[in-house]
Each structure stands twice: as C-alpha cells, then as structure tokens.
C-alpha cells in the first residue's frame, strides 16, 4: 500500500477560512473539491428541484390518479438495506397521501433480484392496478411484459445503471438517457423524490395545502440510511440528505426500528454517525435479506410499535451475527483457496465454492476485494445449473461495464447482469465458469495498468498541536463523510512511547508525535509491535470510556519512518 498526501490548493484553504472554517477543516475540504460554502448545501431548501428528474412528473401524475381512483398499488422493492428503506419510504409516503399499497420483496434463494416474469406471477394474488419497483427494475425487460400481459401497469423506479435495451414502460431514474438530475442518488433517494413530485400533483389537485400535506422530511433518516448502506458517492446533495436524516436522530425523532438496532448495538441516537449508520444500522438490515426474508427489516421500519421495533432489532441482530460466522467461514475458505492459485499476477479474482452461501457473496468479494486489491467476483449455487455472483471493484474500472465486455466475448455465459462503477451482481451458467474467469481476467487486463493494482492510502496530511483538540474531533465527527468524500486521515513520524498487547489482537499505544503532542492510540487487529519510531496513517477520534472522554487516534496504517 503506498501512502499519498492530498495537495489541497493553498488560495482555496485560505478563501474557505476567510468564510468561517478553521484551518484544519478548510485543508480538508479542499483536498476533497469543496471550494466555497457554495458546495457545502446545508438546507433543504437547496436540494435540486424535482423537475429535473426526467419522466417524474408524468410518474407523479399516474400515481395521483391510482390514489384518487383508489387503485391497489403494490412496490416491487429489493433484498438490501437501499432496497428495504426504498420500500418503507415508499409505503410510508404513499399511505400519507391516502394509496391503497402494500409491499412484495422477492427471496434471494428463489425468486432473485428484479421484477422477473416469476416474481410478477408470484404477486397476481394481490391484485395490483400498479406494480412501482423501487431500487430495481432497470433491466427487467421480460419482467415489465409479463406485468403488461396481465394488464398490470408498471412504473420504474431505479438508480442502477441501464443497459442496451430498456423495458417498455415509465422509468424514473437519474442514470437513463436525457436526464439532466446532478446527483447520484441510491433507490430511496429515487422514491423519496418521486413523493416530493407525488405531493405537488397533488397539491395542484387541492388535496392538501402547504398547511396540510404530508411532512415528508420525517423520512429523511430512513432516506439517509439507505444512500450510506448502499455506498452511493456522497456528494454535495447526498450529503444534505444525509445530514439531515442524522438530525432527527441526534434531535430524538428517529424511526423507531432504526432508534431500536442502535440501541441493540449499544449506541447513543444523539451522538450517532455516518459510519454507524454504514457499520452497524445497515448490516443489520442486511442481515434480513442475505440469509432470511427482507420483509423483517422492512418490518422494523415500517411499525410505530416501540415494542414491536424492539423485538424486530433483536431478531435483525440475531440474523446479523450468524451472517458474519457464515462469512468468516467463507473468507477463511477463500483465502486458503487463494494460495493453491498458481499465477499470483493475475489482476482479478474469481471464487466459487459449492459450501458458499449465496446470501453473503458480496461480503465475502468486498472483504478479498479490499485483501488483494483486484477486482473480486464471488459466486454461489443458486438452482437449475446457474452461479449467482456478486462483484466488487477498484479504482480504474467500471465493474458493469466490465462484466458487459464479457457477456458481449463469450455470449452465453452470462444469463444476467447489472450495477454500477463499483458493486454489481450477475448469475451465470455454471458448465460456464472458466469461461468467465478467464475471459474476466482478460478484460481486468486491458482495462487497469500495473500501477491500477497498488493500492493507495490518501492522508491529509500532518497535525500540528493546534490541529490536536476535541474541538476539532468533534467538528470532523459531526461531519458526513463516506463514499466519495471519505474521512480525514493523517500521517505522521511518531515516537512509540509505549505499546501493549489488547485481547492478543489489538496494539494499545502511546505516541509522541514529531511535532511534539503526545495521544493515546489504538491499532486494530495488529499482533506485531511497531518499532520506536514509525509513520503512521491514523484517524483523529474521540473516545468514550465508560464516561471517559478523550482524544484517541485510531492507526490505520504503519509505514517505514
């Protein structure tokens, strides 16, 4: 791993501190393109207008007419955590504004993902006039004909990227031809827009005022929760949305099953953060997807129940800590199967193993991802001869359009496919595997040079003693950071004063920085002692010890001093 320093422009860190930012923090913003206030949104009010989003509109207007027609509208929702609070936000805001809807979540191990020909019979029960999918539905072409062949009108709502061919019905998403919408938004920022377009039709309508239409940034905590699980980049307008759905958190107004999974975990609503969104609420809706049925987390989200929340986040907890035996088990397995490789050179990875656990593929290619630094692609049986896999990528290729290049060289392959930059997901035939891995290994090739595969560790660079405060942890803790806009980390030459052996996993340090402040820190899953004097990459944090409050640095990284 090769450790860079950010290069901020110095006449942008000095305009930033001339509008209000202390030193600190305008180095770190312009290391991350922010290069006046201008691009730090802090009020809804500046979220772009809905009418950019192309077909929204004409998407508002058709479900106006379902809901003062009293037609049955059901969401077609998907099996992550984007795909959970796309749903509730979508039965949330519908049943608002007086819809008749209900919610179908298709399983991993039987149906898969997207509206398919199967997952629209499995759905005729219910009677739908309107099938609306959130968070799915861009490549469901023979799905949206057999939703039309039983007269069943569908209506797109997706953020994943579009293929050659579209289905034959309203789409709205930010990713289709001739959408002029700035922001990359994740499937729940897609429906919360359409409810924003929804209530000014129907506010135009006359049935509601500004006075008394539906508060629809009551959701925002359960909207920012699904743009921080499903790793969209957070720029300016994800941010905002972001920053105020932990507002109602930190101001006591949160969901309550996403007030009930923190409190299972331990954590306090009014201090919580972007990464406990990502580490802890997230998996744990997950959890419910990859190993059971969706339709429990959906659950927690959508009660009032406090009680009913409670016992949900339990169950979601429960489910939570099997998913990560199965996936220790499955990386353990996959790092032995690593070795046996004999070209050590290659620049991807493929894995599949019979004991794999198809729910937890995209874990286990996230974790060898971030092991071996290539493209990872991980795959499990699913049923009648196909492989259901899940891929991760790294900087310097778009993994969909990646996987594309290989359906187009060897068709037959692949059975389908689709995603983003740097997540997707693809079944394929399994008689076909080799094919696949070593025509994705070729592609891998021509795509990514040498230098693609080292991994790079950016830093902002040194802290001073002025920079070292509470002040200054606590402003960058406040902060949404994440995908796209990352957390600020450090580097420095320190002297290691003193370090012990934690729980025989953990370094616990006591380092002298070469500019003369002296911290604690700690280094996760590090065993070996670090020499008296070494660099090290690290996180300025604060740390709270049974009431204890300090500063602590949490290393990410040693490098020769």
Not at 10 to 33: K, Q, S, Y
Request: glycine residues 8%; hydrophobic residues 40%; aromatic residues 6%.
């Amino acid at each position: 791993m090769k450790l860079i320093r950010r290069n901020p422009n110095p006449l942008i860190v000095e305009n930033l501190i001339r509008e209000g930012h202390t030193p600190l923090m305008a180095r770190i913003f312009a290391g991350r393109g922010v290069t006046s206030n201008t691009d730090i949104l802090d009020q809804l009010k500046q979220l772009p207008d809905f009418r950019l989003m192309k077909n929204i509109e004409i998407v508002a207007a058709h479900l106006a007419d379902a809901i003062q027609d009293q037609q049955r509208i059901l969401i077609y929702g998907d099996m992550d955590c984007d795909g959970a609070t796309s749903t509730t936000v979508g039965i949330r805001g519908l049943r608002a504004m007086g819809a008749i809807c209900d919610f179908f979540v298709p399983r991993r191990d039987t149906l898969g993902y997207g509206l398919s020909r199967a997952g629209v019979e499995a759905v005729l029960d219910r009677k739908p006039d309107i099938i609306l999918t959130v968070d799915n539905g861009i490549s469901s072409i023979d799905g949206v004909r057999a939703a039309h062949e039983h007269n069943i009108e569908v209506l797109i709502t997706d953020h994943h990227e579009v293929g050659d061919e579209l289905p034959e019905c309203l789409i709205v998403n930010p990713n289709q031809p001739g959408c002029s919408f700035p922001a990359p938004l994740a499937g729940v920022g897609v429906i919360f827009y359409v409810l924003l377009a929804l209530r000014a039709e129907l506010r135009q309508r006359g049935m509601f005022t500004q006075q008394t239409q539906p508060q629809l940034a009551d959701l925002l905590d359960i909207v920012a929760l699904g743009t921080v699980a499903d790793m969209v980049k957070l720029d300016s307008v994800n941010r905002l949305i972001t920053h105020a759905g932990l507002q109602r958190l930190r101001r006591g107004k949160a969901n309550p099953g996403i007030r009930a999974l923190l409190v299972a975990a331990g954590k306090h609503l009014e201090t919580t953060t972007v990464s406990e969104f990502g580490f802890i609420v997230g998996p744990r809706i997950n959890a419910a997807g990859r190993l059971d049925d969706m339709t429990v987390g959906i659950r927690c989200l959508l009660t009032d129940d406090p009680n009913e929340a409670a016992a949900l986040a339990f169950q979601l907890d429960q489910l939570n800590r099997e998913r990560r035996e199965i996936e220790e088990e499955m990386k353990s397995q996959a790092i032995e199967d690593l070795k046996a490789v004999t070209d050590q050179n290659g620049y991807s990875v493929v894995l599949y193993s019979p004991e794999f656990h198809q729910g937890v593929v995209g874990l286990l290619a996230s974790r060898i991802k971030d092991l071996h630094h290539r493209p990872t692609v991980a795959f499990a049986d699913g049923d009648d001869g196909i492989l259901k896999g899940s891929a991760r990528s790294i900087p310097g290729i778009h993994l969909r359009d990646a996987i594309d290049l290989v359906s187009k060289r060897v068709p037959g392959c692949i059975k389908v496919f689709g995603g983003h930059a740097g997540a997707a997901g693809l079944s394929i035939y399994k008689d076909r595997l080799d094919d696949f891995r070593i025509t994705f290994e070729t592609v891998c090739q021509s795509l990514l040079s040498p230098e693609d595969l080292d991994a790079h560790l950016y830093s902002d660079g040194e802290l001073e003693s002025v920079d070292v405060s509470m002040a200054n942890a606590q402003n960058i803790r406040n902060r949404v950071w994440g995908h796209g806009f990352p957390a600020p980390i450090f580097d420095g030459i320190f002297e290691v004063q003193e370090q012990k052996l934690l729980q025989d996993k953990h370094l616990k340090l006591k380092l002298k920085s070469n500019h003369g402040w002296v911290a604690s820190g700690i280094y996760f899953n590090q065993t070996k002692l670090l020499p008296i004097v070494t660099r090290l990459a690290f996180r300025m944090e604060i740390n709270n010890w049974r009431g204890n409050i300090s500063l602590q640095m949490i290393v990410e990284k040693d490098f020769p001093a």
